[in-house]
């Protein structure tokens, strides 16, 4: 762990929060023995400073959101002039802001043409508990109300409220908090090189995809409401599943009338060098929950489209959607979130994506193939993932899983750069804005963490 105690207002900040912070996702006791969180003060660009000037390139951005890079005057701009012609209102009781409307009109036009009607909420999670309610709303508006039941996959994250994380697959989750709630179930996800076994990525797609169809026919068609996957799974490790699996996924959507919906709240906003992960690989959403990328986490937002079937049956046959939170449609949120893709516009970071730096992160991660821990690398856009392995010829991960992986993000701490894990899978989701050379700088760092943990499991 890197020492931060240089600083005397930094170890009474640390103090301060282990007295009165309960942070997410923190083993509270690992944290007070480590003396309190690593403060993080400023940032520009693709990297962090802590409280002791030290830098980090920040291989996340953020938790996978800062897509348009830190510092953006622009976007601190339009909110604080957003903030003095008029901090907050709501869009409840046919009110609504000029921010709101023109946001939501500018997520329609980049989405495809058949997802028009976009509701906003604040994060997320938000965003896929309100599919939920508007999910079973909308069939018990066409009369099938027996058609509730959600289809997830294991190990998918789809955030922390009681439903989404009941889509959610991760079971520590489901551990805290009795869940998944009823009418969520899991389903393999498409991981071939964890389960796919002796089949070759082509042949497990198809199979993870049939594991869907079998619980439908489990079920009965006539008890599905929707199907939830990420296009890449994020948070269970940057699972970017074989060509043959969305195919088929839309397939079975179709064949059974069941509700596609595409969770982009890591994959959107150019993350996969499309506007949409859906875009890149070729999924028929029905209902898209978005966040993170669409403010680039400046200020906080989520939105979730909805298609021209749904939408227009709820509008002509729904009466009042009782649904909706005080922030949503944040006028300043949504302000900075307009600002936001204007840059992404601007700059062109999607196409960057594409046509530059995509094909370049995967070359220089598959530098890494030569390190003995490193099992795979796999990448897409900018979603990056480094297998750390105990037997790379068989594919043998370590047990338990997780301990080396928690090693390698301290030494790449250590070493300069915010790298998570998920598990013994190290994962990489930079800025959109990272170069070449950023890119270059950051493997090295990688190499530095990785070779570290290394040594530090060997001895
Ligand atoms: N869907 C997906 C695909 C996500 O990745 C959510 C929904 C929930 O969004 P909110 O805004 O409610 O957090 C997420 C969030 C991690 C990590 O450590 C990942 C997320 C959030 C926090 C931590 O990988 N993803």
Redesign the pocket.
């Known amino acids: 762990m890197t020492n931060l105690t240089s600083n005397p207002n930094t170890e009474e900040l640390r103090a301060i929060a282990l007295k009165h912070h309960l942070p997410p996702?923190t083993d509270h006791k690992q944290l007070a023995a480590e003396g309190g969180p690593r403060i993080i003060t400023n940032a520009d660009g693709c990297y962090l400073w802590d409280a002791n000037g030290r830098r980090y390139l920040d291989g996340m951005a953020g938790?996978?959101c800062v897509n348009v890079g830190y510092g953006r005057k622009e976007i601190a701009e339009a909110a604080y002039k957003q903030m003095l012609e008029l901090p907050y209102y709501n869009s409840f009781f046919k009110t609504a802001t000029p921010p709101s409307v023109d946001l939501a009109k500018k997520v329609a036009d980049l989405l495809p043409g058949h997802l028009n009607q976009i509701h906003f909420v604040g994060?997320?999670?938000?965003a896929?508990d309100t599919i939920a309610r508007l999910v079973r709303h909308y069939y018990n508006l066409i009369g099938k109300p027996q058609k509730k039941t959600f289809i997830s996959r294991h190990n998918a994250?789809?955030?922390?409220t009681m439903a989404?994380a009941s889509f959610g697959g991760m079971a520590g989750m489901h551990a805290q908090g009795d869940l998944p709630l009823p009418g969520f179930v899991h389903v393999a996800q498409p991981y071939w090189y964890g389960e796919g076994g002796d089949l070759s990525p082509e042949e497990f797609g198809i199979k993870a995809a049939k594991s869907v169809e079998d619980k439908i026919l489990e079920l009965g068609a006539d008890k599905v409401a929707a199907f939830i996957g990420?296009p890449v799974q994020?948070?269970g490790g940057v699972i970017i599943p074989p060509d043959t699996y969305w195919p088929e996924i839309n397939r079975i959507c179709k064949e059974h009338d069941i509700l596609l919906i595409a969770?982009e709240?890591?994959c959107g906003f150019g993350r996969t060098g499309e506007w949409f992960g859906q875009q890149t690989l070729g999924i028929n959403a029905d209902i898209v929950?978005m966040?993170?990328g669409l403010s680039s986490g400046y200020l906080p937002v989520?939105a979730v489209a909805v298609s021209d079937d749904i939408s227009k049956t709820l509008k002509d046959e729904g009466g009042e959607f009782a649904h909706g939170m005080t922030y949503s449609g944040h006028p300043v949120a949504c302000a900075a979130a307009l600002e936001n893709l204007n840059i992404i516009e601007r700059e062109n970071l999607v196409g960057r994506v594409r046509d530059d730096t995509a094909a370049y992160f995967n070359q220089a991660l598959a530098s890494l193939n030569d390190l003995p821990l490193v099992g795979e690398t796999r990448s897409l856009g900018l979603l990056g993932a480094i297998e750390l392995v105990k037997d790379k010829a068989t594919r043998t991960k370590f047990d338990p899983v997780g301990k080396v992986g928690g090693i390698c993000r301290d030494k790449s701490f250590d070493a300069g750069l915010v790298m998570?894990a998920?598990g013994d899978i190290m994962v990489l989701s930079p800025p959109l804005i990272i170069t070449r050379e950023q890119i270059d700088e950051l493997v090295l760092l990688v190499r530095e963490a990785v070779d570290k943990t290394m040594r530090e499991i060997a001895a």
Request: proline letters at 4%; a negative charge.
């Open positions: 996702f938790l996978w994060s997320g999670s938000e896929n994250y789809h955030g922390s989404s990420e994020g948070a969770d709240v890591i929950p966040a993170k989520g998570r998920c």
